[in-house]
């Protein structure tokens, strides 16, 4: 019997086996010339299969291979992995079309030279499968190809007899980059070993991120990475360095089945989390998706370069472009019984095509269908939510410091040299090795002042101390991370520019040009503060459709199916202040329920908004701000009772949270008496207790000026931040008696100095906002446009979800649009006043308008994780051109509970209504500025794209806050959660109810507050206490009196020696 006569037919097989493997199925071959169609005389197209064991009974493979046999004139090789590995390949039975693949273990060259023998048609080429093991040649590839691919370097080392390795390319390593043969690779960037064999890829992220490296590997369980603090590239191997490609935290897998069918489906990216999301059956969690028609041409393209009919890529899209990081070769999709059918019926016709083209086709091809149509699924009255655009301020963080001295060391001017600094006159110096630098210089200064060489320093004495704080400031942490430090470099041409209120400028400036060195530090986000961001990230989801149902955690309904399916396009915009990007990255763990650090999360989800301006410290209005402090500082600086005058001039717009405050304080320099004691007296009880913390002091000493006995207004910000910090964080090791009147009369003047500073009139306040928020405006304009139109700008890209695996999908057309700008103080106050004064409505003519902006004026502090919320709804049964077509909401929160807050329990299921009222601190010295913890909504129906007409309902009929804000403790800040609208009628009345409990217990007069002016009350019993705020006017005006005859406040120069 010949060679090709010895295969048995695997329809009549009895069980006989190749090499004794009883698993092997092996059928009769012929050559193509004996085929004749007639039913007794019937010849057959053997297809052999030559592959591990292991892939040869996977699922997809089975599955696939199940479907191939239905062809009429196609039968079934399977060679056992035995005689692949034992067996000559002059043994290997004879088949016209071989399938083979490279894996682990596999003898790619044997199955080579057995191709080489009998000239099969091959599905995949075999000498192409070396190429794709080698990542080198598969970017040579892919270049000549013509397919984009990320911005790549290769350093190449060789290993001596010794063991030792030996780098060929020329490589140069620094903090935060590395240059390979001249190209510099920036962080982040991913390291891949040539092998591709080798799945161990890093990703190295900057210090800017916090550092350390992403590792990623194939999945163990359920894990595909982990994070390390390593940040050093790797040196024992050759290795491609690749430029970092964002794709909002989603890869996309690509299958081809020949050069014109490609399956792609969307999965969490390895490098995000680490975490493997799996299904009900434990296979990772992927969802098809559409390409693009540019990304089918890519997925022909690699097909025909590689030679490879059955061939997996991976793309990564980012910015509207398309990018080929991998190409895996053969590869199946797993779980998709079309993706089974497609495959199985384009190899069949591929085969018959090839051998025996006049043989019957027993159906039809079936080709890819073109993309259908985007459809709403919106119903009758039902609206599907479109849009949510959130400007949302940065979580809980550390006192923010400053300090500034005058440098004329030759040292100093090379490194302003060095960095370009007289080319703009400033410099601004953050990264690492740019520290370090300082650093350095500092450390050779301290010695030159320790030998008596003082000729280059204008004040040695206050040089000396200068200089040994910032070498502190410098040495914190042991290292530097970029996010909590910075340096600045100002060119002064002789002496100091104009100074204002705010500058803490130093003393006996030299006539001769200098440098003025500003150092700031701290101010970065606290562990307290990530829980918030993230405990709100995961509140956000409620917003959702399907996050109501089940907490919004179903694997089937809400955001994360949203996101993970492109239905959700999810863009991420952050300033560059660490608190502020760090804030972002938390809150997007949270929002999307990822695991791990913040430093992946970070680089691939979040976008830097200071490219463009978008979130950019104000330009415009700095001159007109620095007016407004000075005038309002001024006004604070008066030494009498506040007048009639006085209210129409720092308060015209008769803000109840402005106007509750000037009540409380009456004299500002009283207060700020009694604030300059308070510190005074927490300096000495840090002292006495040894406690390492020196903020306190330089607090005192910028804050009063004892030889001009003159208070500096711009610095109460920092004492408030600063105590509220202490309250928060170190209140039992602190044990401060006087803290919370520190803290409440520091609060009643900054609600004062923070909100007016940004204009006291409604026309200074609208000129401000206009210098700072107007490049976020016209985003969030064109943000509502792109839904409103459907024209999508040059920079923005839509993923869509492919509608034929929609079927078990709750609404499959639904497309949300999400654009989420965390930002500082400024932006947040600037867009409040923009909605407040810029004429969006008119308050006389809309009741509902009215009662929000009254409400927005009993917010007197927009505290951390304040959340100003826009969400657009359509309604796609309406006509287009309709007014009811479309529906905007704009909702409302000041963010975090402040100190003295107590957190609602609450049970999100059947939620007590009488236990979720706001309850007032039991202190007798509770600020009467805090306002209630409820969120404003504020509706308006707008036609596109232009009119408005008003809708607003009461943000107190909403549903009460969910139990995630609970589980934290009652003296942190807990951010509030966005609230859904709750349509019972039930509720609805009982938070109604609620709203008038609210309102009444919350009022924001003077009345909540009572205090001593010299001294603290006795606590009180409740009953007490609400007899001194029914009788607090008369009280306060009691103690006028005591007012005028505070003294002249202890300085600190009355006992420098205690202070040293």
């Known amino acids: 019997m010949s060679e090709k006569d010895s295969c048995i037919r695997q329809d009549d097989s009895d069980g006989e086996s190749v090499n004794g493997d009883e698993n092997d199925d092996i059928c009769d071959g012929h050559d193509l010339s004996d085929f004749d169609d007639s039913e007794d005389n019937r010849s057959f197209i053997t297809v052999g299969i030559c592959a591990q064991w292991k892939k040869v009974k996977a699922k997809p493979m ?36 071989l399938i083979s693949f490279h894996s682990k273990g596999f003898p790619l060259a044997k199955t080579q030279q057995y191709a ?30 013509g397919i984009a691919q990320p911005r790549y370097g290769i350093v190449r080392r060789t290993m001596d007899a010794d063991g030792t390795w030996q780098t060929l390319s ?8 590395i240059e390979i043969d001249g190209e510099i690779f920036h962080k982040p960037f991913v390291e891949k070993p040539v092998s591709a064999e080798n799945h161990d890829v890093y990703i190295y992220f900057p210090s800017s991120a916090g550092g350390g490296s992403q590792r990623l590997f194939r999945k163990i369980g359920s894990r595909s990475s982990v994070y390390t603090s390593e940040n050093s590239v790797r040196k024992d191997g050759s290795y491609i360095y690749e430029e970092f490609m964002p794709t909002d935290g989603t890869d996309v897998k690509v299958y081809t089945v020949g050069a014109e069918y490609a399956h792609a489906e969307a999965r969490k990216s390895p490098g995000l989390d680490g975490k493997v999301e799996r299904d009900e059956f434990g296979k990772e969690v992927r969802y098809p998706v559409i390409l693009r028609a540019d990304e089918k041409l890519i997925a022909m393209k690699i097909c025909l370069a590689f030679k490879q009919a059955i061939c997996g890529f991976d793309l990564l899209r980012t910015e509207g472009k398309s990018f080929v990081c991998d190409v895996n070769g053969f590869s199946f999709v797993k779980n998709s019984t079309k993706y089974y059918d497609d495959c ?40 599907e939510l479109r849009c949510v655009i959130a400007v949302i301020r940065h979580g809980d963080r550390t006192p923010k410091q400053k300090m500034k001295m005058v440098v004329l060391h030759p040292l100093f001017f090379q490194l302003f040299e060095k960095y370009n600094g007289p080319k703009t006159g400033h410099l601004k110096l953050k990264h690492p090795g740019q520290l370090q630098e300082v650093l350095d210089i500092t450390r050779i200064l301290i010695k030159e002042l320790n030998d008596n060489r003082t000729n280059r320093f204008p004040n040695s004495s206050e040089t000396r101390v200068k200089l040994f704080q910032l070498k502190q400031v410098l040495e914190l942490y042991g290292h530097f991370s970029g996010i909590n430090r910075k340096i600045q470099l100002k060119y002064l041409s002789k002496g100091l520019p104009k100074k204002t209120s705010s500058d803490d400028e130093p003393n006996n400036v030299s006539p001769q040009p200098s440098l003025l060195l500003i150092v700031k530090w701290g101010g970065q986000l606290t562990q307290t503060g990530k829980n918030q961001a993230e405990v709100l990230g995961k509140a956000f989801r409620k917003m959702y459709p399907g996050g109501q149902s089940a907490g919004g955690d179903r694997p089937d309904v809400g955001l994360l199916r949203l996101h993970s399916t492109f239905r959700h396009d ?44 978008l979130l950019d410290n104000d330009v415009d209005s700095t001159k007109e701000q620095q007016k407004v402090k000075r005038t309002l500082h001024d006004l604070l600086a008066k030494d009498r009772q506040f007048t009639a005058e006085d209210y129409d001039i720092i308060a015209p717009t008769r803000s109840r949270s402005l106007v509750s405050s000037m009540d409380f304080i009456k004299n500002p320099v009283t207060i700020c008496r009694k604030i300059y004691d308070y510190i005074l007296e927490m300096i000495t009880l840090i002292q006495s207790r040894s406690l390492n913390d020196n903020s306190g002091l330089k607090l005192g000493k910028d804050f009063y000026d004892a030889r001009k006995d003159k208070f500096n207004i711009s610095k109460v910000p920092d004492i408030y931040d600063s105590i509220k910090y202490e309250l928060l964080h170190n209140k039992d090791v602190l044990q401060f008696l006087y803290a919370e009147d520190l803290y409440v009369c520091s609060k009643a003047l900054a609600d004062i100095v923070v909100p007016q500073e940004y204009g006291v009139t409604i026309e200074e306040k609208l000129s401000i906002a206009r210098g700072i928020i107007t490049p976020l405006l016209r985003k969030i304009r064109a943000d509502l446009q792109c839904n409103l139109t459907g024209v999508i700008t040059h920079d923005e890209h839509v993923n869509k979800l492919d509608p034929i695996y929609s079927s078990g999908i709750q609404t499959p057309g639904r497309h949300v649009r999400t654009r989420l700008y965390f930002t500082s103080e400024s932006h947040v106050h600037s867009l409040l006043t923009v909605i407040r004064y810029g004429g969006l409505l008119d308050v006389s003519n809309d009741e509902q308008w009215k009662r929000s902006m009254e409400h927005l004026d009993t917010v ?39 100190c003295f807050d107590v957190l609602p329990e609450i049970d999100s299921v059947s939620p007590n209504i009488n236990s979720i009222r706001t309850v007032l601190p039991k202190s007798n010295r509770q600020a009467a500025h805090s306002p209630p913890r409820h969120r404003i909504e504020m509706l308006r129906s707008v036609s596109p794209p232009t009119t408005v007409e008003s809708s607003m309902s009461s943000s107190l009929t909403q549903h009460p806050l969910n139990t995630t804000i609970t589980s934290l403790a009652a003296d942190q800040l807990v951010p509030e959660s966005p609230l859904i609208t709750d349509d019972n009628t039930k509720k609805s009345i009982q938070s109604e109810k609620l709203r008038q409990k609210v309102v009444k217990q919350r009022s924001f007069s003077s009345k909540t507050i009572y205090r001593s002016n010299s001294a603290m009350i006795p606590s009180r019993s409740p009953e007490q206490t609400n007899s001194a705020q029914l009788n607090s006017n008369t009280t306060q005006g009691s103690n006028n009196s005591n007012n005028k005859s505070v003294s002249k406040p202890r300085s600190f120069e009355d006992d420098e020696s205690d202070l040293e």
């Not at 080489?116 to 599905?123: K, S």
């Not at 999307?592 to 200071?610: C, H, R, T, Y």
């Open 860 to 898: 007197s502090e927009l505290n951390y994780l304040t959340q100003i919320v826009i969400m657009l709804y359509e309604d796609s049964s309406e006509e287009e051109d309709s007014e009811r077509r479309f529906h905007v909401e704009l909702h409302f929160s000041p963010g975090a509970y402040g």
């Open 570 to 613: 999810l863009k991420i915009y952050a300033s560059d202040e660490g608190r502020v990007q760090m804030t972002a990255a938390a809150f997007a763990k949270g929002l999307l329920a990822l695991d791990g650090e913040l430093a992946p999360i970070l680089v691939q989800m979040v976008k830097s908004a200071n490219t463009n301006g």
């Open 344 to 383: 199985a019926s384009i190899l069949g016709h591929m085969i018959l095509r090839e051998l025996a083209p006049t043989f019957a086709i027993p159906y039809p091809i079936d080709y890819q269908p073109d993309d259908p149509p985007f459809v709403p699924t919106a119903l009758g009255t039902r609206m």
């Open 62 to 97: 089975e599955e696939i291979l199940h479907r191939l046999e239905q062809f009429e004139f196609i039968r079934l090789i399977i060679f056992s992995e035995a005689m692949i590995h034992e067996s000559p390949i002059e043994d290997w039975p004879f088949c016209h079309v």
């Open 116 to 145: 080489r023998l009998h000239e099969p048609f091959l599905i995949n080429d075999l000498d192409k499968q070396w190429d794709i093991m080698d990542r080198i040649k598969v970017h040579e590839i892919l270049k000549d190809a």
């Open 170 to 177: 020329s490589v140069n390593e620094q903090d935060d980059q």
